[in-house]
């Protein structure tokens, strides 16, 4: 069965760089949401679309955005990079189904952002 | 939300039954409980939902008690391969808008052979 697509899978960047992380949802998803894991840490959701709207917004700082396209990919847009940036950023997506009380998100491999 | 609280870390041997229990004494009359389990350096796994009494399917089990202030999750003769981190979670309803999934500290599972 087809998963989660995200490019790319390791990072390398330089203080004060930008950097942009690509998701691939399941096909037929139609919310995408973006998770950040520092090391040693639990993932924190950051940001979330449902079909190409913004439907939830967490701990993003100001310095990222990211938008979902009309193919439903969705690209995570990070500037003036910091060392506190590294982690792993998971994209997950899921169906939402009429009927159901709560939908089920399926994550993706992570990219690894690394801040020189 | 049903703030959840959990054992930080469990150990094991091959071939037991590991069974860890989640506490969420504010737990709501919609709430449902939901585990992911997520292995080093890979994105969480969906494992198990339920709302009351118990669930079952090919990984897991899930007990919730009629005051469904706790759950259990069961991991039947668990293998080296069980050791992950697993969390336990309650996600938000999909009618108030809210997408997100909300980690708290999870269970770090140790099998050891």
């Known amino acids: 069965a087809a998963g989660v697509i995200q490019s790319p899978r390791h990072l390398i960047k330089e203080k004060r760089e930008t950097a942009t992380l690509k998701c691939y949802p399941i096909p037929r998803h139609d919310t995408v949401y973006w998770y950040q894991q520092g090391p040693g840490q639990d993932p924190q959701f950051l940001i979330s679309f449902y079909e190409k709207m913004q439907s939830d917004k967490g701990s993003i700082p100001d310095r990222f955005s990211a938008q979902q396209f009309s193919d439903y990919h969705s690209e995570l847009n990070m500037s003036s990079l910091e060392l506190g940036d590294s982690a792993l950023y998971f994209c997950?997506?899921?169906?939402?189904?009429?009927?159901?009380?709560?939908?089920?998100?399926?994550f993706g491999p992570g990219t690894r952002l690394t801040v020189l | 939300l049903a703030k959840t609280t959990q054992p930080i870390s469990m150990d094991s041997y091959e071939g037991q039954e590991v069974n860890i229990t989640c506490s969420h004494n504010?737990?709501?009359?919609?709430?449902?409980i939901t585990w992911y389990q997520q292995f080093p350096s890979q994105g969480p796994r969906f494992i198990i939902q339920?709302?009351?009494t118990k669930v079952t399917n090919e990984v897991a089990s899930l007990f919730i008690p009629a005051d469904r202030k706790s759950s259990t999750l069961s991991l039947p003769r668990v293998s080296l391969s069980d050791t992950a981190v697993y969390y336990c979670l309650s996600p938000p309803e999909l009618d108030t808008g809210r997408r997100a999934l909300t980690f708290g500290s999870g269970t770090r599972l140790q099998v050891q052979p």
């Open positions: 997950a997506s899921s169906l939402v189904l009429a009927g159901l009380v709560t939908d089920t998100q399926y």
């Open positions: 504010n737990i709501a009359t919609n709430d449902y």
């Open positions: 339920g709302y009351k």
